[in-house]
């Protein structure tokens, strides 16, 4: 079967450091994305990770390990804009990807 | 286009109608996805062409669920039938190809209600 944890929802302040964990079982693996999600919106990319490591992007950084299933992804100086879904999706091979619930990121002044 | 396109971006229909949604994915994307996000729920991948071509049509939920795709551009996702727990939001997106690292952009979406 295929499965992917995240946390529901986190809470963080503006300026803030934020860590959203997403753990995977999945049948194959072909890479890890993050897409965030503002309400009533498409998906848009953040990141992809098909090694282990640290990605990092401006002020978003993704990091994985496949030997623990594990990925995260990293916020840092947290903006109101900031405020969205957050869906970890794992590529089981051939583009097809599979998604988290996602996590409900509300950014606080 | 700019963007990956889809119409209607609402539909309300009874049970027991049929539908279909339009995505327009971009222009020189061979990949083409189709998935289905419905309340708290994560997106349910359905079906996705390479070209024309459906080589995993695993995710369709029935047999009441079908879709294509012509010229290698515009897909049609169809409902036959459709039934109250059909309703959800119906994500399109595309892709250069189907290689691992392509990222997928998202239209933004059908939101269906059957009543």
């Known amino acids: 079967g295929q499965n992917i944890d995240q946390p529901t929802e986190m809470t963080a302040t503006e300026g803030a450091i934020v860590q959203i964990n997403c753990t995977y079982q999945?049948?194959?693996?072909?890479?890890l994305f993050w897409y965030q999600q503002h309400a009533g919106e498409a998906p848009t990319f953040l990141s992809y990770?098909?090694?282990?490591g640290l990605e990092e992007k401006g002020r978003f950084s993704s990091f994985l390990s496949r030997s623990k299933g594990y990925s995260y992804l990293l916020l840092k100086e947290l903006q109101m804009k900031d405020s969205a879904s957050y869906l970890c999706?794992?590529?089981?091979?051939?583009?097809?990807?599979?998604f988290g619930t996602g996590t409900r990121l509300l950014v606080s002044p | 286009g700019a963007g990956v396109s889809q119409s209607p971006s609402n539909k309300v229909t009874e049970k027991g109608k049929d539908v279909e949604l339009r995505c327009d994915p971009i222009?020189?994307?061979?990949?083409l996805y189709w998935y289905r996000q419905s309340l708290g729920q994560g997106l349910e991948f359905l079906i996705y062409?390479?070209?024309?071509?459906?080589?995993?049509k695993s995710g369709l939920p029935s047999d009441r669920f079908s879709a294509e795709r012509t010229g290698g551009s515009v897909s049609t996702l169809t409902i036959q039938r459709t039934q109250q727990e059909d309703s959800a939001v119906y994500l399109c997106?595309?892709?250069?190809?189907?290689?691992?690292?392509?990222?997928?952009?998202f239209g933004p979406g059908t939101r269906l209600t059957v009543l």
């Open positions: 997106a595309s892709s250069l190809d189907i290689s691992s690292y392509n990222e997928q952009f």
């Open positions: 999945t049948s194959g693996f072909n890479g």
């Open positions: 990770n098909v090694l282990d």
């Open positions: 999706a794992v590529n089981t091979g051939f583009q097809k990807l599979v």
């Open positions: 222009s020189g994307h061979t990949a």
């Open positions: 062409f390479q070209g024309n071509s459906a080589p995993d």
